[in-house]
């Protein structure tokens, strides 16, 4: 095989979109009224605290591309980070987070801490 030659892409531009913005879609059908997000897409799944983070990081994304508009991103971003500030810390089991640190899964509908984590 030639150094020369040009591979072709195993993936286009226009999967490429299409996969990126799907991936944009699963943090919006997952948010729920509070801001949290489920860590996977079954009805039982709890939130995670990853899949928060990486939500709020697609927002801003999803803005740019015109996937989403600015509005809701503020909006969004703005009711989970006053979820996570009004929540309890403790190390009880109903409680959120800890000395601001916050538990791994979270219950979709209450917020609190679940799965022993």
């Not at 892409?9 to 509070?34: C, G, H, S, T």
Request: with cysteine; aromatic share 14%.
């Amino acid at each position: 095989m030639s150094g020369n030659r040009q591979q072709k892409p195993v993936v286009d531009d226009a999967q490429l979109d299409y996969f990126q913005r799907q991936a944009f879609q699963y943090f919006v059908e997952q948010a729920n009224d509070l801001g949290l997000v489920a860590d996977t897409s079954r009805e039982w799944s709890p939130c995670s605290i990853a899949v928060v983070g990486f939500a709020l990081s697609s927002y801003p994304v999803g803005v740019s591309r015109g996937w989403m508009a600015r509005e809701e991103a503020v909006r969004r971003t703005l009711l989970t980070l006053r979820f996570f500030a009004n929540s309890g810390q403790g190390t009880e089991d109903v409680t959120t987070g800890y000395k601001g640190f916050y538990y791994h899964f979270l219950d979709m509908k209450t917020g609190l801490r679940t799965w022993n984590c």
